[in-house]
T-cell receptor, first 114, second 113 residues
Framework: GQQLNQSPQSMFIQEGEDVSMNCTSSSIFNTWLWYKQDPGEGPVLLIALYKAGELTSNGRLTAQFGITRKDSFLNISASIPSDVGIYFCAGQGIGSSNTGKLIFGQGTTLQVKP | DGGITQSPKYLFRKEGQNVTLSCEQNLNHDAMYWYRQDPGQGLRLIYYSQIVNDFQKGDIAEGYSVSREKKESFPLTVTSAQKNPTAFYLC????????????FGQGTRLTVV
């Protein structure tokens, strides 16, 4: 079945630093989504990507849909303490067997030192 | 306000008992999902439904059951056959196959003792 590999698993950075995380799939995806989860809460959607090569920004966040359609990355610029949380990539593969099936990566835990 | 409501937030059950987790949405979304999250883990897909009266198994469906009798509701039953049911359960919905953005409820933390 489809698998998403997200890296790094965790990051501990200084406030003000830029952050980059990525996600790769075992098969071609037609959608990439990036979420942030605070402890004990449901994930919140940050960015949605629909086209290969697409580059989308949301404030200090930038995400790209890889040209091969098998990867995506998320960058956070000038990190602040409230960026702390778990970041997940998610996506849906192509083909009728994957219709509607939204799967998630393992998450990247981000800690920011003030 | 439109949104997804999961209840209860915390649930305790004795081992061997079935338990049903509620998920309701008033977003008029066609598709609904159930995920399980263990500490330090990602979200694993249990079941999903793209339309009323139809649902598909996800990657870890064993020991769980669902129903989709109404568009707004997608309850999840954790049965006694689930070997390790203690986890954080998340419900999500999305409009359909064109708009892929899924929105989540606040989650239910189930503890089986």
């Amino acid at each position: 079945g489809q698998q998403l590999n997200q890296s790094p698993q965790s990051m501990f950075i200084q406030e003000g630093e830029d952050v980059s995380m990525n996600c790769t799939s075992s098969s071609i995806f037609n959608t990439w989504l990036w979420y942030k989860q605070d402890p004990g809460e449901g994930p919140v959607l940050l960015i949605a990507l629909y086209k290969a090569g697409e580059l989308t920004s949301n404030g200090r966040l930038t995400a790209q849909f890889g040209i091969t359609r098998k990867d995506s990355f998320l960058n956070i610029s000038a990190s602040i303490p409230s960026d702390v949380g778990i970041y997940f990539c998610a996506g849906q593969g192509i083909g009728s067997s994957n219709t509607g099936k939204l799967i998630f990566g393992q998450g990247t835990t981000l800690q920011v030192k003030p | 306000d439109g949104g997804i409501t999961q209840s209860p937030k915390y649930l305790f059950r004795k081992e061997g008992q079935n338990v049903t987790l509620s998920c309701e949405q008033n977003l008029n979304h066609d598709a609904m999902y159930w995920y399980r999250q263990d500490p330090g883990q990602g979200l694993r897909l249990i079941y999903y439904s793209q339309i009323v009266n139809d649902f598909q198994k996800g990657d870890i469906a064993e020991g769980y059951s669902v129903s989709r009798e109404k568009k707004e509701s997608f309850p999840l039953t954790v049965t006694s056959a689930q070997k390790n049911p203690t986890a954080f359960y998340l419900c999500a919905s999305r409009r359909g196959d064109v708009e892929m953005e899924a929105f989540f409820g606040q989650g239910t933390r189930l503890t089986v003792v």
